[in-house]
């Protein structure tokens, strides 16, 4: 156990919809890092916030975007879904630097 | 632009054998080189990690070799086991700024009992 917690495990919803991923990270951990994981793309690097401010961004969509809050949790919103954002979406949580440590994900299936 | 490089995308090792995965990169900004191991359904879990300062770390049965001229580095599963069958990623992750790893696509290991 990572000590990063992400809820819901499981999402299925319809195309056109929005849904909000959360993320609680490790205990004093400032960072939290959001990942998309496919079969055809691997592991994507989406977005990263330190301590409520957005540090960095990836290959992140429009339609999506997150968001950290003064308790440390993040937010992933993704709205007007498409099939193709079907995928597992991680966080990871980092004291600082290098070492981070990923949730159990979220499952996230459009239909 | 894929800049981290792994391989195999698959391998098969029987139980007592020894797992080999490479990874190539051509950055050389990158740092900090960890590998995560992922199982079904569970998110990616560090596994070990090196820096360029160092051309070998092991922990127990896992080891990385780290060629920094050549711009690789590999890890080594000594006397693999069926509990080792697992997806593994390995990455690399610039110095300073925000971090953000690159990881490789991943290679699917199966140990046979």
């Known amino acids: 156990d990572s000590g990063v917690t992400q809820t819901p495990k499981h999402l299925i919803t319809a195309t056109g919809q929005r849904v909000t991923l959360r993320c609680s990270p490790r205990s004093g951990d400032l960072s939290v890092y959001w990942y998309q994981q496919s079969l055809d793309q691997g592991l994507q690097f989406l977005i990263q916030y330190y301590n409520g401010e957005e540090r960095a961004k990836g290959n992140i969509l429009e339609r999506f975007s997150a968001q950290q809050f003064p308790d440390l949790h993040s937010e992933l919103n993704l709205s007007s879904l498409e099939l193709g954002d079907s995928a597992l979406y991680f966080c990871?949580?980092?004291?600082?630097?290098?070492?981070?440590?990923f949730g159990p994900g979220t499952r996230l299936t459009v239909l | 632009q894929q800049q981290v490089k792994q391989s195999p995308q698959s391998l098969i090792v029987q139980k007592g054998g020894i797992s080999i995965i490479n990874c190539a990169y051509e950055?050389?900004?990158?740092?900090?080189f960890p590998w995560y191991q992922q199982f079904p359904g569970k998110g990616p879990a560090l596994l070990i990690a090196i820096r360029p300062d160092v051309s070998e770390k092991k922990e127990g049965r896992f080891t990385i070799s780290f060629n920094k001229s050549a711009k690789q580095f590999s890890l080594h599963i000594m006397d693999s086991q069926p509990g080792d069958s697992a997806t593994y990623f390995c990455a690399a992750i610039p110095s300073g700024g925000s971090y953000i790893p690159t990881f490789g696509r991943g290679t699917s290991l199966i140990v046979h009992p």
């Open positions: 950055n050389t900004a990158f740092d900090y």
């Open positions: 990871a949580s980092s004291p600082q630097g290098d070492t981070q440590y």
